[in-house]
């Protein structure tokens, strides 16, 4: 007995630095991996650098200038809007009732998996969408579809919008957090009070707030509109692509020269990611700067009905635009055969289900053995850590939490690459457990992230009566603090699954081909464009995402029926 | 001769542990338990299907697993062949199988990267149409037993016959996009599709495409493409999108006939019409022509890695997708369309009664209406036209 208790003590305090080598080694392997090859250091395949090589072939290349203002233009005008349209819509509503309700709506809408969203969106609005479908041709006066250049367009607009949709959710839902630790309501009253108006009055006082505790989140979205793959590959421009999708098609060409170009193009992407966290950074200087001069100058109302209708319609529109694709989704996967300007298909057929249903059940078992395994593991690190914390006081710093965001902040296509041509040299790079490895430093951020607060927020009175009842520390733990936080627990599990779930790049760089899950053969078959096969893998995704979230709300309300206090955890 | 061969596979695979292809009964049995990756483009359901029935027959008669590893391209698996030969991997590499053909097979076999001979050792090669059809040479590359045929394809095009007519040549095809501006489109090259069409360009309008059947020198490519890029300069304002957008492969084309964004579309297969049509991915007037002077045919092969741990496996699905069975089986057009490469002569009555019995399907000309098949050109010119397309319409539109 004394021996275990000497090795749980032991084991504990290793966690945390276990936690950060999990999240932060295969990053650190993989920028490595990815440097080397860069300058022409490839001797796996007899070359021997440091050369020049592989970034003139880059620079060579003339699709270049487009891919990278591509990159640029796609992340910051995502992010830009996307945090517009949040601030708008919690300046504006935060307390009302019509708040409350997307707030209900935006947040399964968040584990909606990206490419679904994606394929939902091109579904609806390409120019034989539903959209278009819906509205002819008694209103459009179209007989064929138009020809024009809405989905893969020039711009990469139809990609920013497919970014925007998806970001909405993940940053209202962090602001909401956010929120709590700011003061947000006293501040209203009071600039309420001086006669400010509603959302005036917000972005004054509580915004700055606001805002400090969201920047991470908000780099992240802009590291992530940089850098996105899937989105990109289904709704972006493909002459050229954007510098993500061109660095995962050169790492798929034959010719060794081109994944010397891909581990080039990765290193150009983590420097545009850097450039442009550093171009955001001055620019959050600037408006810090006017913001001040704007704060002093005083003035109660600046267009506060129509910030705030603005922003209303266009988070409902994202809201819709979700849940309008996963419902065209549905109507494609039981689509017979469904022609221009009809508005639902000649005839409704279990036919694509049954034709996909082997298929569908080999990559849902791929999906949810991933995904299972990766969140359990993330749960032990995290659970791990912060009882760490909570018992030895190792606490996270500030800078701790610049290295939980690292990894979502590095490009995947700067550090995955890379990470495949280590694995590839050490043999090990085929199979389910390095993409397991691959998945847990995305998942472990997001599940650390969710789990945290509420963890640290628990009543630490329960601990000393328990203790004082003769219970140990791992009783505790066990039997008093996380039934407490089932609620919590579930929602990180089902935030962790969804989060897995969704890994496209990963898991086809990492798993060489061979491990298939939903989202890889989604993606795979967005190339064939056979929609009906597309609406069954997206639909079957969407749903891997979001039962777990169904499952996290309604298993505390069965289990705790009758505690009305733990209900909410 | 059998003992030249045998000598040959010795000498040509370090294949301490594989099965000579010529001992089919060492072969079979040792294939027994094994599982067969083979990679294969993934992107069309009526293939995966197809696949999934051929898995499920090897495991029946063999007790092969077989895995279908989903591509996106094919080059994806020649890829990881060789990332594997440059780190070492000689042995039980992720690859078993690879559908492939052209450059892709070119590369492999000029850089050993693959099992064999085998495929004229195995059993059903005995049907194969070796005379009629070009399964010894792949885009002029001699096959010399490294890869073994599955399945003949040939260029049609595919158009709405409620919207348009048959066209007989690239000329009227420009002058008919050009009066119906955004009703035409081909696959985004280097897409394998995309580029026959470069290609089908090439050879309808040159004079004499005989060129096409050398390698690519510096010295002729210039003025040997010239009309090509003439062509394309004309073709590509009357494309859909303008040609400011691709599709990314050709079964992303039927979609868009479907919704009548396209009256005409290429396709590398004469039966994939009739067969989407049956699935109704394509409305029912959807008809397939060739042009007057032919149009380019190939065949499809699969070839096995040399660091394959499961080759025996490999060969039994190989020699398995040559039987009539799995021949007669691609065939019908409710399943796949793919032409047959084996010679109705060489089969007995029971065997040819499968294929007598099919249907061609609305959409699928006969062999005669197929007409001449024009010979794919060397794999250089494909290499060198696709990345020529990339560098003028692929980017910085």
Known sequence: ?569 | MKYLALLAAVAATPAWSQADPADWDAVTSAAQGQTVFWNAWGGSTTTNDFISWVAERVAEDYGVTLEHVKLTDTADAVTRVLSEKQAGTDTDGAIDMIWINGANFAAMKEADLLFGPFAEQLPNWQYVDVDGKTVQTDFTVPVEGYESPWAMAQVVFVYDSADMEPLGSMQSILDWSTANPGRFTYPQPPDFLGTTFLKQVLVDTLDDPSVLQSPATDENYDAVTAPLWDYLDALTPTLWREGRAYPATGTAMFPLIADEELDLSISFSPGAASTAIANSELPDTVRTFVLDKGTIGNASFVAIPYNSGSAEGAMVVANFLMSPEAQARAQDPDVLGYGTVLDMDKLDADQRAAFDALELGVATLSPAELGTVQAEPHPSWMTRIADDWVTRYGVAQ
Not at chain 1, 2 to 23: D, E, K, Q
Not at chain 1, 81 to 90: C, F, K, Q, R, S
């Open chain 1, 1 to 569: 007995m004394p021996g275990r208790i000497v090795t749980r003590r032991r084991l504990l305090p290793v966690l945390p630095a276990l936690t950060l080598v999990a999240m932060l080694g295969p990053v650190v392997a993989g920028l490595y991996g990815t440097v080397l090859p860069a300058f022409g250091h490839l001797p796996a395949a007899g070359l021997t650098g440091p050369s020049l090589e592989a970034m003139r072939g880059l620079f060579d290349w003339p699709g270049l200038p487009r891919a990278v203002t591509l990159s640029l233009t796609t992340g910051i005008t995502t992010t830009a809007i996307a945090l517009a349209i949040v601030m708008g819509l919690v300046a504006g509503w935060s307390g009302t009732a019509a708040f409350r309700v997307l707030e209900r709506a935006l947040s399964p809408l968040l584990s909606v998996p990206h490419a679904a969203a994606a394929f939902g969106l091109a579904f609806l609005i390409a120019p034989s969408g539903w959209v278009a479908r819906a509205t002819s041709p008694w209103l459009t006066g179209w007989d064929r579809p138009p020809d024009l250049l809405i989905v893969q367009d020039t711009w990469g607009l139809t990609m920013t919008a497919g970014l925007v949709i998806k970001e909405i959710p993940f940053l209202l839902l962090m602001t909401l957090a956010a929120l709590g630790q700011t003061d947000a309501v006293r501040a209203r009253t009071i600039a309420a009070s001086l006669g400010y108006g509603r959302v005036t009055g917000w972005l004054k006082c509580v915004f700055p707030r606001v805002y400090a505790q969201i920047r991470l989140p908000v780099y992240v979205v802009l590291a992530y509109g940089m850098s996105v793959v899937d989105v990109a590959v289904i709704l972006g421009p493909n002459t050229p692509p954007p510098l993500s999708v061109q660095i995962v098609r050169w790492m798929g060409e034959p010719d060794f020269a081109a994944r010397l170009l891909a581990n080039a193009g990765a290193l150009l992407q983590l420097a545009l990611v850097i450039a442009a966290l550093g171009v955001w950074r001055l620019a959050e200087r600037i408006v810090a700067w006017a913001g001040r001069r704007w704060i002093v100058a005083g003035r109660r109302f600046c267009g506060d009905r129509t910030i705030a209708a603005a922003a209303l319609g266009l988070s409902a529109t994202a809201a819709f635009a979700i849940a309008g694709g996963i419902a065209v989704l549905v109507v494609w996967s039981f689509a017979g055969f469904w022609g221009f300007p009809d508005a639902m298909p000649d005839a409704l057929t279990l036919k694509n289900w049954m034709r996909h249903a082997a298929g569908l059940g080999d990559a849902l078992t791929q999906t949810a053995v991933i995904a299972i395994s990766v969140t359990a593991a993330a749960l032990v690190l995290t659970i791990g850590c912060l009882e760490a914390e909570h018992r030895h006081g190792l606490r996270m710093t500030r800078r701790g939490m610049w290295l939980l965001y690292l990894p979502l902040i590095i490009p995947q296509t700067a550090f995955l690459p890379g990470l495949q041509t280590l694995l590839l040299n050490a043999g090990a790079d085929t199979g389910r457990a390095p993409v397991m490895l691959a998945h847990l430093v995305f998942v472990l951020p997001y599940v650390y992230l969710s789990l945290a607060d509420p963890f640290r927020a628990w009543d630490v009175r329960n601990a000393t009566v328990a203790a004082a009842l003769g219970a140990s520390p791992d009783r505790v733990l066990w039997r008093v603090r996380l039934p407490i936080l089932l609620r919590p627990l579930l929602t990180a599990t089902a935030i962790g699954l969804s989060v897995s779930v969704g890994q496209y790049l990963p898991t086809l760089l990492i798993g060489g081909g061979r491990v298939s899950t939903l989202t890889t053969e989604a993606v795979a078959l967005a190339s064939g464009g056979d929609r009906r096969a597309i609406a069954t893998y997206g639909l079957m995704q969407t749903a891997a995402a979001l039962v777990p979230f169904a499952l996290a709300l309604g298993i505390p309300a069965l289990i705790w029926r009758n505690r009305k206090g733990l209900q909410h955890g």
